[in-house]
């Protein structure tokens, strides 16, 4: 079983930072749950993007950090991850509900030094009915970003702990350490759709592990879609994106793979608008592959040691598909570290 909640609260902190781009009562109702569902000592951190009159005198409990009018969400996580100051930090999207054991099972998996990440499951709402938004992400060899399990009832996902790439920026722990470590933040320039897999995919080059847990539960009801911006704005980001990230899988096998997902995303979007303006968006990502040189070095650093935690095997984790842990596994494992 994992470690208890306890022992998880004695000796570990948590700031929870909440982007508020979305409107004011999906804030505030968001807010309720993670005001019930803290632990003692967390600190609670609002980024606003828009002015708030904190009607119910909210000051004494959280702490409000303005960000420019109009900030987009990964700005204002980021900025909301500078003011915090926890070993843990929970970067939650406006109107995030938790459910009651979502803290505790999280922080769980945080014993175990090499996790830096740990995915909840967002659902659309947290009845035991709920249609599953994410289950922490899969980024495949040719550049195709996938939200596991997407569109299942929460019931039917599989109810174990398990090595994913990365978990949505919508609802997302962090071990501090490891980003402040290796310099990581959300890049912006790649938007709510992608900076989440980008970040990931770093983590995984230094072996360091992100993990789903399926008992950890966050709720959001609707996406909001003027966060992850046009479909001209999210094909550039998506090639971007992948061109950052080719040479992890060696760039034969990358560029084989990407030629043939773009060949046939064009081909089942050819009469659509919106899929010829994601075609444009990646087209015009090109010309920036020469600036990702300096990325290339970076993710060579990670996956040699040089920067930051080196994984106990001596390598990069993988990244082409995910590791399933059992709760037993994982206690075990979590054992084991201990008694050495």
Not at 167 to 190: I, K, M, N, P, W
Not at 315 to 328: E, K, L, M, Q
Request: a neutral charge; aromatic letters at 4%.
């Amino acid at each position: 079983m994992p470690k208890s909640s306890a022992s998880s609260r004695k000796s570990l902190s948590l700031s929870v930072v909440i982007a508020a781009t979305g409107p004011t009562a999906a804030l505030e109702n968001g807010l309720v749950s993670v005001l019930e569902n803290r632990t003692a000592d967390s600190q609670v951190v609002i980024v606003l993007n828009r002015p708030y009159d904190d009607p119910y005198h909210l000051r004494d409990e959280v702490e409000f950090v303005d960000a420019p009018r109009r900030a987009s969400l990964i700005e204002c996580l980021n900025q909301g991850l500078a003011a915090s100051h926890g070993d843990i930090v929970l970067l939650l999207a406006s109107g995030a509900e938790l459910a009651p054991a979502t803290i505790d099972m999280a922080l769980s998996h945080f014993q175990t030094a090499q996790v830096a990440a740990v995915a909840p499951l967002i659902v659309h709402h947290l009845a035991s009915d709920a249609e599953v938004r994410s289950a922490g992400l899969e980024y495949g060899v040719g550049g195709i970003r996938r939200a596991r399990h997407q569109h299942l009832a929460a019931a039917e996902v599989p109810n174990e702990a398990c090595d994913v790439i990365a978990t949505s920026v919508e609802a997302a722990f962090y071990r501090r350490s490891a980003l402040d470590a290796l310099g990581l933040q959300l890049e912006r320039r790649l938007g709510a759709g992608f900076a989440d897999i980008d970040l990931g995919l770093q983590l995984h080059a230094a072996g360091y592990a992100t993990v789903f847990e399926p008992s950890a539960r966050v709720a959001l009801p609707t996406p909001n879609h003027a966060d992850l911006g046009s479909s001209f704005g999210q094909g550039r980001q998506a090639e971007q994106l992948f061109w950052r990230n080719a040479r992890l899988w060696g760039w034969r096998r990358a560029l084989l793979a990407h030629a043939a997902c773009c060949l046939g995303e064009a081909i089942g979007t050819v009469t659509s608008l919106s899929g010829a303006m994601h075609t444009l968006g990646r087209l015009s990502a090109l010309p920036s592959i020469v600036g990702c040189r300096r990325h290339w070095q970076l993710l060579d650093e990670l996956a040699a040691g040089t920067l930051g935690h080196e994984s106990e095997a001596g390598s990069a984790a993988r990244i082409d598909a995910p590791h399933v842990r059992s709760r037993r596994d994982a206690s075990s494992t979590r054992a084991k570290r201990q008694a050495e």
